[in-house]
């Protein structure tokens, strides 16, 4: 999964950043798309490594994107953007973060720190570059329909679809308040449209108000959290042993890569199983709802052919037994079939013959 960072210049987007993924950006390749990939903290990996003694531990990953900071003020950056949308459009979630914090050192965007200003204005450019995409494809069905071919009643129902998405953002509204249904939301998928990703708000404060409420309201975001990113990069450089005292004293509960990756995680409805040997402790990322058979080919493709049963225990049954063995004997051992559920916390072996 791929989740975009995108923020208005002076918004911290960058220096958030560098404190969630430890990369940091050149300055060769500033004002380029920087790409790096997390890890995602999960302590529950190294509980069941403390009781398998694996050759390694392999966490499940997101891969962030840090794009150049948003600058509409001119028909030059608008048209950067533009040029940058279409990789947008690559990403699975959008992660918008804006400011809310003085300084003195970074000049604010249009002279104002204003992050309901700022959020308003990604808005509308969002809504104005759907605009853009639905209405190039209008424009060709529009014109396919008239011929006869065997995809014409399907041209016809796309057609109808999109103008509808089309009025919706031509009312300025996002189209995940119209397009909500799973088929229709599958049949502009190939669009990627921006106003039907998953929206995280990151709201980015100065340090006195770190721990406090977020007053910011986001009724369309899938998540919205506050975070102080100069402070999160503090973090990020202090040895692990220091950094609980240092963040208790600022009232922070977690860290922003913990805070971050768990409110992506929630937005694109994600969860994790996990899987156990004396070669790895692994997690692995599936949509929430997905079935055992679907799971077992995450891991390979010859598991999800030659399925015959998921031997199946809860993380926490089993930490509490102790090992597989004693799981085993208590009953909390399950052998699941191919349309089982896969739970957050599973932790499974894939029965299976090719």
Not at 138 to 153: G, S
Not at 288 to 302: F, Q, R, S
Request: with cysteine; proline share 6%.
């Amino acid at each position: 999964m791929k989740v975009a960072l995108i923020g208005m210049p002076g918004s911290g987007k960058t220096t958030l950043f560098s404190a969630v993924t430890g990369h940091e950006p050149s300055p060769a390749h500033m004002g380029q798309e920087q790409m790096a990939v997390v890890k995602v903290p999960d302590p529950r990996l190294q509980v069941l490594a403390d009781i398998y003694k694996p050759e390694r531990i392999v966490p499940a990953t997101l891969d962030f994107v840090d794009f150049p900071g948003v600058g509409l003020t001119s028909p030059q950056a608008q048209s950067d953007f533009r040029r940058h949308a279409a990789n947008i459009r690559g990403c699975d979630a959008l992660v918008v973060v804006l400011r809310a914090f003085e300084s003195d050192a970074i000049p604010p965007y249009r002279d104002r720190i204003d992050p309901v200003a700022d959020l308003d204005e990604l808005r509308t450019e969002f809504i104005f570059a759907d605009l853009e995409v639905a209405a190039n494809r209008i424009e060709r069905l529009r014109k396919q329909i008239t011929k006869p071919t065997p995809t014409q009643e399907q041209d016809k129902r796309e057609l109808a679809l999109l103008e509808r998405c089309h009025e919706t953002l031509e009312n300025e509204r996002p189209l995940s308040s119209d397009v909500r249904s799973e088929e229709e939301r599958n049949a502009v998928k190939s669009y990627a449209f921006l106003t039907l990703k998953p929206l995280i708000v990151a709201v980015n404060v100065a340090e006195s108000d770190v721990g406090k409420p977020l007053a910011l309201q986001c009724d369309d975001a899938a998540a919205s959290l506050a975070l102080s990113a100069e402070i999160e990069a503090e973090i990020a450089q202090l040895d692990p042993d220091d950094r609980p005292e240092f963040m208790a004293d600022l009232g922070i509960t977690e860290p922003a890569l913990d805070s971050l990756v768990h409110a992506c995680y929630q937005a694109l409805g994600l969860v994790s199983f996990l899987t156990v040997g004396d070669d790895e402790v692994r997690a692995w990322t599936i949509p929430a709802g997905t079935p055992a058979v679907e799971a077992a080919g995450k891991i390979h493709t010859d598991i999800a052919r030659g399925f015959i049963r998921a031997e199946t225990v809860t993380y926490d049954d089993l930490i509490a037994a102790g090992d597989i063995k004693t799981a085993k004997t208590a009953g909390n051992v399950r052998l699941e079939g191919k349309t089982y559920v896969v739970k957050d916390g599973d932790v499974i072996n894939f029965r299976f013959n090719i």
